[in-house]
């Protein structure tokens, strides 16, 4: 078989212009061909390569070097890479410091927690990690995430210990989850997230947080524990009358505009981008000052209190590793330790491409589990790449992941000697610190041109979006996997097909539709199919195609034009076919063969031909009914048309 | 945009082959592409189409019809037909009472419901449904599926009316299924199930469907309730030395050698077909005559006993419409109504492609839903097309659905008159015609192809028999299911790229893979792109391409040859792109500028071509960089090579 060549007996002629067979190849064998399928899926990016040919001692060398980058780049690092890692470490740092007390309590944590996660997973990731650019610490979404859905296992006010038990063990398998889909080579899964269904969510969960944050701005005490726009609005708007602070109002606005404004300033001279970074650590110094001057704290407004001195303490010994709850704190690590990957690596892939390094996913996975499974045995919750802290970072001139190690120490000498100063900071001022930083996530361009390129794209955008504002973090989420899903399932259920023509003075055919100067060939039926021929599509396909046969022989009839007596089937994108939709062909050609049509296959790919032959295909149809082009191929079938009259 | 022209600035140029533009269609405005859409997805048959244009009382009468086919087929039916139908009808009816017994028995209910489903569904089908060859009435998988499922929820034994109540209530959602599934045009769904994985789980079935039976066949009286091949083993090996009963095995042995020997001769010649199929008949009358004669039912054979002779009793009542029982059935009832589905689909689908008529999956799934939920009423189990009745039919030269009102009208005189007769059939006879019948379920030459044509689809066929086989008729569903989704994912997720080089002597670019004699050009790479670009493809497609642009370079340093500088990505197979797509290609531009590198597209198509202009893309590389073929594209790339230098 794997000589045979389809030469069509009409290249012989003289007179008839030279027609090139159609390239069978020689067949892989099996373990070949499952290698082949196997690396693709897996190692597509070849992670061995730099291996080969190497000598043992070299071999150890990059092993290790895989596993700690820091090992490959930390060769060439330098007191100018190291200026600017230092400035970048610094800016983050003071942003970062605010934010994690705020983000604790989304959390439903005590403040330390959140600055604990921001000393130890950014050491380990400066170790591990492959992205030079990303700040990691714990997050907005994720906090909220876990927040939403730990409360509902344990109240965070009367069972405090529970509670936190339960984060460190979803933490542990959040690690887990991220390092095992790493280990092996699963990353492509969260690639099933799509673009569109990320950008609504990451809005969703901006307003939602954002909403959260009214709590602590207008100084209310008895709020809703639900997250959507409805619960919130009433909690809210039902406590109006005996519920609002104005002194806690007046220090989080006048706040928030400041906030806002030196946002701004950012964002118009991409110089002073310093402004914003260091922002919230000014607000928290003059509000804290001006509290602990005026006993503001008296008169109704919230402070945060005292923040316990100490070092992360260990915390192996909390997390569940047996009974119900282990199953509980492994659903929600699972979960949680998902999205913060996604997170993490769009942040990871967008600065690499910024740059022009590769950032490798795998990779990325094993360094965020494993800092999570360490973070979680030492007090610290889910931490991931920070779109907002990651973006100063760049800006600041951060050269490798350095900078996070810097962020570290600082938040280790915060955590250690400073966090009596932040007893009166005023958890209004923690309000108006997130609110300003989760507007950066609602991404109104991305928005726009996704309704302009892709209608359904647009539709599993708002879902999500939707789902989260109005029912919950889980909900939207929901709704974006099964929009996201069901796109793939569409495209793979219709896909599409176009009837040829040929394009005048060339011999090239395409959709009439898309070149409506293409012109037909008259008894013949030119038909592409735009997709591989899979079970979940085959019926489809013949059907469609027998149906632009019955309307083309229709508008034959009514204008007395010659009938068809070719469909030549093209079939350059069909990447792959399986038994059904052999199947399907062979039923297409039995129907043909009752209308006195002949079946002519012009360009199958190398793994279709494979197929067709395996199958037995080209026998039934005659092998010289398979072209290399369908300029061949109507060639062919013109002559023998002309033959006939 | 709509009139935007990209002539490449080459084609104004004398001495310059003709360089025909890339066309760029007027763009659809929002609701005709959404229209088209929902019409390809779920109205892909254009039922309506015969509609257009015709007076209203023509409307109705087409409306009548396409709801009851019989309307439209019956004005044509004649004497001639009927006499075929007459001999198939009589043909299936001798086949079907001994197989209705024993299917019974599969799902632990009296043997009378079996006669039931014979009865009145296939009455209804005739009038609705729109194959003509298919024969209605209870098969073994289906019997098998509900027999394991229900058990689970009541004893058959020990609770049969609660039992009897519950298969009524699936039967009424299977149908309600069934025919939701038809009105919501989704019939599409269950081309998910693969061939492969069918194939794999009927083979399953029909070994457990056997295994069940050596329980009548050795008169064994104390046998397993599991399923799985080893439970089976271990009770029939068990049972062996006080369990087996000598004259059960004597007469299911020789009546079984019987049927096999009828099967063969049906076999290898055509023409006796109704030996196979009368043979059942004939093995249960000898054997009947024979126990009653010889009284073996006293020396432990056991029989069928009496069945009470009445038509089918309204079951509406008995139907569970609220509590628990209500979601219990409904479960059972949606899982058996899709597998049942999914047989009768296939079957009709078959005959329709040996006849060449058209068989309209959604209308089919209406016929048996409203079939299936009448019969719950009217005290039948779940119906559909079985596969050896339906063979027999075919055979036996039927016309018409007439075959099966036939069949129905001797199922009624046997109910009303003749079930006294069964009183003393021999359960071993059941089991060997049960044997006999499931064997031609178990499709090794489907097998075989498979394996010779696609490795993943055989996993899937054997992870469904194994399943079925080894656990339980569920697991080897769920498998097949999961492998058919799997494989789904890793084509959308994998797409093939290949590198393509010019045919001698033509203008053609192919897969040098696939063409060796194909030649790349000098500081030119052709990347082609084999499939729709979506969120879940984009990053390992950006990420491919770059990676066999730095192979490309590897190889072209070594050997010390000019380097690349043009990119072209044939986009012919990029039947779609998403916004997660256009990143990946801005991306992948800005990668090639650092390396002074130009992206140059080829063809790409109608719907890609808007959505990247919406995008903005062209602007970005240049719109003189898309071309209308890999030729002009390549043409125009090599003279600017030629004139650089």
Redesign the interface.
Known sequence: MDTKSLISSDSQRPNVP?I?KV?V?PKQN?LK??KS?VK??FF???PLRPFKDQPKSRKIVLGLQAVFPILEWGRSYNLRKFRGDLIAGLTIASLCIPQDIGYSKLANLPPQYGLYSSFVPPLIYAFMGSSRDIAIGPVAVVSLLLGTLLRKEYDPDTEPNEYLRLVFTATFFAGITQATLGVLRLG?LI??????AVVGFMAGAAITIALQQLKGFLGIKHFTKETDIISVMKSVFGSIHHGWNWQTIVIGASFLTFLLVAKYIGKKNKKLFWVPAIAPLISVVLSTFFVYVTHANHDGVAIVGRIEKRINPPSLDKIYFSGENLLKGFKIGVVAGMIALTEAVAIG?TFA??K?Y?VD?NKEMVALGTMNVIGSMTSCYVATGSFSRSAVNYMAGCQTAVSNIVMSFVVFLTVKFLTPLFEYTPNAILSSIIISAVIGLIDYD?AI??W??????FVACMGAFLGVVFKSVETGLLIAVAI?FA??????????TAILGK????S?Y??I????EATKVPGVLIVRI???I???????TK??IL?WLTEEEDNLKETYQPKIEFLIVEM??V??I???G??AFE?LY??LQ?RDIQLVLA?P???V?D?LY??GFPDLIGENKIF??VADAVHTCSLKIVHEV
Chains 1, 2 share one sequence.
């Open positions: 030279y090139h390239g190849p099996l061909e499952f399928t693709e899926t597509s990016d070849d492509f690639d099933f997230l799509s673009h569109a892939r491409s910024m022009d590769q996913g991305a041109l996704i302009k390129i892709d209608k359904l794209d996201s796109k793939i399932l569409l495209q793979v259920t219709r896909p599409r394009i005048p003075m060339t090239v395409r959709n539709g898309q070149y409506p735009d997709s591989a899979y079970f979940s599509n085959s019926n489809y059907e469609r149906r350059s994108p990447t792959d399986d038994t059904s052999i199947h039923e039995r129907s009752k360009n790919g190398q793994c031909l197929k395996a199958s290399l082009t």
